[in-house]
């Protein structure tokens, strides 16, 4: 999905879709590529991490047999 850095304010910024320009966010300007800056039209991609997912349900199974064992 391609955005437009719309502006940055107080270390935010705010991206507008280039398709669909109802679809806007905020993001840290930390999480911006090196060197971006108002008006420049940057790339977001989206994954999903199987291998975190499952680490955290796990932490989370845990935690709830751990629970179990204090009644």
């Known amino acids: 999905m391609n955005v437009s850095i719309d502006r940055i304010e107080e270390g935010i910024a705010v991206l507008i879709g280039m398709d669909d320009a109802t679809v806007r966010m905020t993001v840290p300007v930390s999480a911006l590529p090196p060197g971006s800056s108002e008006g420049d ?24 047999e751990k629970l179990k064992k204090r009644r």
């Open 41 to 64: 039209i940057i790339t977001l991609s989206l994954e999903r991490d199987g291998i975190a997912t499952d680490a955290a349900r796990k932490r989370v199974i845990d935690l709830q």
